[in-house]
């Protein structure tokens, strides 16, 4: 069973974690072993624990304890930091939190071949560099029938605190790691579809496109879209329709529309 600790100390370092240090300290990039992300929510949390990630300590409202984190702390022996809520507002964030965090070891990112081997539809980020933005991405990648997400070096991080709320966890669901060479994956037997609004674009409609036994959704950052190497690097330039005088959509609905489409049933 959890070992409980009531705060009386705001300055304690075990509260660094969740007070003080930021996604970047948290990241850990020199060490990246010692790595660390926060998780919130209990449905968040359990999610994490049921992928396997490792619990470091909680930090939670007292009243959660014996309520909707009665299940979780039951499957963890680690520090569980408590107090009012009222006390726990003067800690930066937590009132943003649905009264439990945890903070958690990041674990060891597996290879591109590994993540692949028996994928048939991935999504592949390209820069896209808001949090929000990866957050949503995977909750569509996880809904809407993609097996993994390979993301480019100056991605945002999966493990941001804010993008891991707004997938609801599901970035502890669907595998994913970082890609440094989308060429890689014609290496791998995948056909690549670029997301770009180009004269040359196929309809998102295509049937050409669900034929694929093995297909990558390539989507581009926020402002500029795909990079025209990465453009001219692909099987595909794929667009979704529009109408009303509307040229484009956020990356992250995008997204949604392309994985409905051209997801595994």
Request: hydrophobic residues 45%.
């Amino acid at each position: 069973m959890a070992n409980l600790i009531e705060i009386t100390d705001f300055q304690a370092p075990e509260l660094d974690i969740y007070a003080r240090l930021t996604e970047g300290q948290l990241l850990n990039r020199e060490y990246p072993e010692d790595g660390l992300f926060i998780a919130e929510s209990p449905k968040v949390i359990e999610r994490a624990l049921d992928a396997g990630y490792i619990p470091v300590s909680f930090l939670m409202e007292r009243r959660h304890v014996e309520t909707q984190a009665k299940g979780i702390l039951e499957r963890c022996d680690v520090p569980v930091y408590t107090a009012e809520f009222d006390v726990l507002t003067q800690l930066t964030g937590f009132q943003l939190t649905r009264g439990m965090l945890c903070a958690m070891r990041r674990p060891a990112l597996p290879t591109v071949e590994v993540v692949c081997a028996t994928a048939k539809r991935i999504a592949v980020l390209e820069n896209v560099m808001n949090p929000t933005n990866v957050g949503a991405i995977f909750r569509s990648a996880a809904a809407l029938g993609m097996d993994a997400v390979l993301l480019t070096p100056a991605c945002s991080n999966p493990l941001y605190r804010r993008a891991i709320r707004v997938s609801m966890g599901t970035v502890f669901q669907v595998p994913w790691t970082y890609l440094q060479d989308i060429g890689q994956l014609h290496e791998l037997g995948f056909k690549c579809a670029a997301m770009a609004l180009k004269e040359d674009s196929v309809s998102i409609k295509d049937p050409a496109l669900n034929a694929e036994e093995k297909l990558a959704v390539i989507l581009g950052t926020e402002g500029d879209g795909l990079a025209d190497s990465t453009i001219e690097g692909c099987d595909y330039t794929v667009m979704i329709p529009m109408s009303h005088g509307v040229d484009s959509l956020n990356v992250a609905a995008a997204s949604a529309v392309a994985f409905w489409q051209l997801g595994n049933p």
